[in-house]
């Protein structure tokens, strides 16, 4: 997020200040719309991740024939392309991040064993890479091209950071955490559950030591996601634990003050199942300033311009709000894709 230099005292800024901006107001939807499309794969099948660092460049993954076949599809700027996927790969690839069309990074879940949790993409094939942890979470690639990711042990109060470097996934040292977005070396970030020691659950890497982050706050968080835009801000899409499951939150720091965004309340009530990573749903980037959100409750998107909220609705190719687990900015630009499922039929949504 900062330079090591400075980390400490804004973030230390950020601890003590924070805005409450509880905007509700519904401003003008951004230009643009949002269409669907279904790939051709094995039904039941079902896409949890995407990553697009460039135009031309994006991949998206997931399972299909009831979760038993792992499916890795890139985009090749005309059309989405099967990825041949190397054998003992764990069936159910659950996420993927990129810097560039050579070198991308994926991991999965099983129940097996023996099945490899992650793979790298070189720029002509996806190889099988050993994971240390049984439980793989969240996956992200700096600017420098380096992996990070975030996974558990079995018992799922054994977590950790782990860092791709000398050939192979390094731990850093034992954190409460279950998500990690790498900006650059020396600005990556985490976070999982908080508790009434630690409410935030949060934590900044500056290419040296990881520092506690803090913001005012009376419940302790379950941080869901992080996107760090630029050195002087970034988004946090956090779940509060209050008793009356108030739901989802958007937090934002810049220039070392925290704001916190409240989403409107969704007509419709969070589904009782949790059935897999994002099923709280995901934020992206816009290109604009704001962020997209799908909480995965309603049959339209939720965009935040920085001030206000907006609904802009969904193009479904069928009946029904399908969940959306990935969501990215396709490079810098205005253009946002989302990945996900709706019962048995897997679905790719983009809004340009």
Known sequence: MLTARRTAVPLALAAASVVAAGSQALAAPPKGAWTSSVPALTRPAALYGVAAPKRQVAWTVGSEAKGTKPVVLRWDGTTWKRDAVPGGIAPEIVGVASNGKRNAWAIAQSGAPDDARSLHWDGLSWKAVPYPLPLPLAVSVDSGGTAWSAGCAEQQNDCAVLQYKGGQWVRHPALPLATVAARTPRDVWAGGAGDWTDKTGLRHYDGRTWTKVEFPTQWSQWILQIVPVSAREVWVYTLPQDPLFSGPTLMRLKDGVWTEHKPPRPTVQARASIIGNGFLGRIAPDGRGGVWLQTNQTDSYQHFDGTSW??????????????????????????????????????????R
């Open 310 to 351: 907006t609904k802009v609705p969904r193009s479904l190719p069928f009946d029904g709000a399908p969940f959306m687990y990935g969501l990215a900015q396709v490079g810098s630009s205005r253009t946002v894709l989302g990945a996900g499922y709706g019962g048995a039929v897997p679905v790719i949504e983009r809004f």
